[in-house]
């Protein structure tokens, strides 16, 4: 993170599973008046030491006991993709009851949560094979780096780890966020459909806007969307964010990611 201490406002960003802080390296210089940090889960980067998340909710209690902790009086939103998307959403539900929910909620490559469908045994369902086989179709992974040795007993434990976490994780409808919701989904994405993205709209009270971006499942790595997170949520001063788009209503999904 780099500290920005007169910047007006705050930009927490959620890894995907398997992700770490450096998967939003120089987004601190990307975005106008704005300090950014990046949520690191335990069992890797700073945390290797510690034992990998299981519990999705119980990650985000914590998470907003750090946030409602560092809050300074600066609006500060939350942007999560993928995986980072749902403990995000429960880390802004957490915060809410307390007065400290986020001013605006980015959900990039992410189906809404209600449609999350748990798996009755993630640790049969998520075993080193299938989730080599989903990085690879995911995009952004090399099919050499997986038979790695290393990369097997470093990085492949925590990886598997957070697929099994966001398996186990479900969410009832009834669950809202009282600020404006913005999601971003890459149109050749494999894993999210737009009509699955566009089901976020049933998680917001204060508005919802749907933008489908070139690329795939990791399409901030290729462009990372700073225009679009400026447009959405201005600075000070600057004018509001645009017409929201219609939402369609697809049935339940499944997945991880």
């Not at 406002?9 to 120089?26: E, V």
């Not at 601190?28 to 998340?53: K, L, N, Q």
């Not at 990039?108 to 009755?120: D, E, K, N, T």
Request: proline share 10%; charged share 20%.
């Amino acid at each position: 993170m780099e500290h920005r201490p007169f910047a007006g406002r705050r930009l927490i960003c959620f890894p995907h599973a398997g992700g770490s802080p450096y998967a939003f390296r120089g987004w601190g210089s990307g975005i106008e008046d704005c300090e950014v940090h990046t949520v690191c889960y335990p069992g890797r980067a700073d945390r290797m030491a510690e034992t990998p998340p299981h519990d999705l909710r119980a990650l985000a209690e914590e998470i907003a006991d750090e946030v409602r902790s560092g809050a300074d009086g600066r609006p500060t939103a939350f942007f999560g993709h993928s995986m980072g998307a749902m403990v995000a959403f429960e880390t802004a539900l957490a915060l809410q009851g307390s007065g400290d929910g986020p001013s605006h909620f980015f959900a990039s490559g992410a189906r809404a949560p209600h449609l999350m469908v748990p798996s009755a045994d993630p640790r049969r369902t998520w075993d080193d094979a299938s989730v080599g086989a989903a990085l690879l179709a995911l995009g952004g992974t090399d099919a050499a780096i997986l038979e790695n040795p290393l990369f097997a007993e470093v990085v492949m434990p925590y990886i598997k780890a957070d697929f099994r976490m966001l398996a186990a994780y479900s969410c009832p409808e009834e669950k809202f966020l009282d600020c404006p919701v913005t999601v971003l989904v890459g149109a050749d994405d494999p894993q999210v459909g737009t009509d699955q993205a566009a089901r976020w709209r049933e998680t917001s009270r204060a508005g919802f806007s749907l933008h489908t971006l070139p690329g795939g499942h990791f399409y901030l790595s290729d462009a990372a969307p700073f225009d679009l997170i400026t447009r959405s949520w201005p600075p000070a001063g600057s004018p509001g964010p645009g017409t929201s788009l219609p939402a369609g209503t697809p049935g339940p999904a499944t997945g991880c990611g």
